[in-house]
C-alpha cells in the first residue's frame, strides 16, 4: 500500500456488535513512524496495543459517535492516562472526532475528563496530522458522522465510518490508494428447530 513505510492493520471489522473472535470497527494505519487509528470500537483497543510496541498511537480520528466506532476510546485513554501521562501530566492525545463523541465518552468515564487526555479538535474541519492532510466528508448516517481522506506524499488512504448513499462518497474515494467502506450485511439468520 502506497509507500514503502505503510501499513494498515484491521483491529475491527465487525459492524454494530463485535463476534466471538473479532472486533467493531478499527483500523491502524502507520505511514512513515506516525501511527494513526481510525475508530475504536468495541474489542479493538487489545488489538491496537497488540500492533503498536509502545502500546499507544500518535493520533486518533473518529467518525462518529455510535459505540461500535467509538466505545475502546475510553481503554486507550485509560492506557495514556497511566502510562504517558503519569511521566508527562499536560501530555494529550490528538482526537478528531464529533462534539458528541466526546460527551460519550465523558458518560463512560467523567474523571479524569476526556479533554484532560486528549487534545479534542472538530473532525469537520480540515487537519494536518502528522504527515498526513485529513479531508472530512460529512455523510449521511443517524448521528453525525464523517468520512476522511488522509493524505501524504505518495499514499492516500480513505475511510467512510458508517454512512448511507451519498455522492460525496465518489469524491471521498477518488484516486485513494486505499478506499475503506464500512458496511453491514443485515441477514435474518433462522432459528432451527429443536430435535424432536
Same mark, same amino acid.
Given at each position: ?12 471489522s465487525c459492524g454494530a456488535w463485535p ?18 487509528? +481510525?475508530?475504536?470500537?468495541?474489542? /479493538? ?30 481503554? +486507550? ?27 460519550? +465518552? ?48 505518495? +499514499? ?11 455522492? /460525496?462518497? /465518489?469524491?471521498?474515494?477518488?484516486? /485513494? ?8 450485511l443485515r441477514t435474518r439468520r433462522r ?6
Amino acid at each position: 500500500m502506497g509507500e514503502p513505510g505503510s501499513r494498515l492493520v484491521v483491529l475491527g471489522s465487525c459492524g454494530a456488535w463485535p463476534e466471538p473472535g473479532r472486533s467493531c470497527a478499527g483500523f491502524l494505519l502507520a505511514h512513515n513512524g506516525f501511527r494513526v487509528v +481510525l475508530d475504536l470500537g468495541y474489542g /479493538a483497543a487489545p488489538r491496537l496495543f497488540a500492533h503498536c510496541p509502545d502500546g499507544l498511537p500518535d493520533a486518533v480520528v473518529v467518525t462518529h459517535e455510535h459505540p461500535d466506532h467509538c466505545a475502546d476510546v475510553s481503554a +486507550l485513554g485509560r492506557a495514556w492516562h497511566y502510562t504517558v501521562q503519569t511521566g508527562a501530566p499536560s501530555a494529550r492525545l490528538p482526537l478528531h472526532c464529533t462534539p458528541g463523541t466526546v460527551r460519550r +465518552l465523558e458518560a463512560m468515564e467523567p474523571r479524569p475528563h476526556p479533554e484532560t487526555l486528549f487534545d479534542v479538535r472538530d473532525l469537520g474541519e480540515p487537519a494536518e496530522i502528522g504527515p498526513f492532510r485529513l479531508t472530512p466528508y460529512p455523510l449521511p448516517h443517524h448521528q453525525p458522522n464523517f468520512g476522511v481522506r488522509l493524505t501524504a506524499p505518495g +499514499l492516500t488512504v480513505a475511510y467512510t465510518g458508517d454512512t448511507g448513499p451519498s455522492p /460525496a462518497l /465518489a469524491e471521498l474515494g477518488r484516486d /485513494a490508494d486505499l478506499f475503506i467502506c464500512d458496511a453491514t450485511l443485515r441477514t435474518r439468520r433462522r432459528r432451527e428447530s429443536p430435535a424432536t
